[in-house]
């Protein structure tokens, strides 16, 4: 695996992992929720969106 597609598959994992945090936590206060906002908007200014992030959310 080159460098890049292993950056691109880290991306993509801290995508997923941002995106179902609401699956894992029942109860999370609002402050919980800023970050999470503040880490996925930092991921997509720096990194953008992953491709395999936007299969997945596409409707089949």
Same mark, same amino acid.
């Given at each position: 695996?080159?460098?890049?597609?292993?950056?691109?598959?880290?991306?993509?994992?801290?995508?997923?992992?941002? *995106?179902?945090?609401?699956?894992?936590?029942?109860?999370?206060?609002?402050? &919980?929720? #800023? #970050?999470? *906002?503040?880490?996925?908007?930092? *991921?997509? *200014?720096? &990194?953008?969106? @992953?491709?395999?992030?936007?299969?997945?959310?596409? @409707?089949?």
């Amino acid at each position: 695996m080159s460098s890049e597609s292993s950056a691109a598959a880290a991306t993509a994992h801290s995508f997923n992992k941002l *995106l179902n945090q609401h699956k894992s936590s029942k109860t999370r206060s609002s402050k &919980d929720v #800023e #970050e999470s *906002l503040k880490k996925l908007r930092r *991921l997509i *200014l720096v &990194d953008g969106i @992953p491709s395999s992030v936007v299969r997945a959310a596409e @409707p089949s």
